[in-house]
């Protein structure tokens, strides 16, 4: 008895690992100053990846929602959450993202990879009344605070744009921008 105990319980041990979450944590030397840091967590059961980037007053949150579409971002300096569609030409599917983590964590310091795609949105200055619409895992991450949704400028990067725009770049992936009125210091 005690003998088929052992391999029922390694088994469980082995499933439990392969679908839990898990966290990748990366340094980012392509930080301002090569300071700060990105944590990537990914979910496989709920469809959900979360990215953390800790950099003192320029840290923010982002979660992609592959079930809804959209993701959003948590701007910590100012204190604002901003929602968009995902874009599925730009942004890894989940599993792309899974195995590109942990490429970089199997790698560590290696070869440059090549430049990140670019993304750019237009932030609508008015907030957003239902959060819900967004799914739950966006309407808890942004209940309570200002939040905002941003429509994607399809010419990427005009070169004489004349909104500011804070940056939200994903470890090597992609770079982000959102520009417009609520990121006006």
Known sequence: MKLTMIPVGLLGLFLAFAFADYNININDDGNSAGSGQQT????????VA???NNNG??????????NTGFAATRLFVKKSCIVHKMSKDAMPSIQALDALV????????????????????SVNPNQVD????????I?????GIPTYVADEIQRAYPPF???KCLSA???WILKTSFCGEIVEN
């Open 139 to 143: 309407a808890g991450m942004c209940r």
């Open 130 to 137: 239902d959060l819900n619409r967004f799914g739950e895992n």
């Open 50 to 52: 979360n990215i953390d």
């Open 161 to 163: 744009y004349s909104e």
């Open 40 to 47: 990537v967590s990914v979910n496989n059961e709920h469809n």
């Open 102 to 121: 942990k490429e970089k964590k199997l790698q560590g310091k290696g070869p440059r990879k090549p430049s990140p795609k670019g993304l750019m949105y």
């Open 57 to 66: 007053w320029d840290s923010w949150n982002t979660l992609w929602d592959y």
């Open 169 to 171: 770049n994903i470890l």
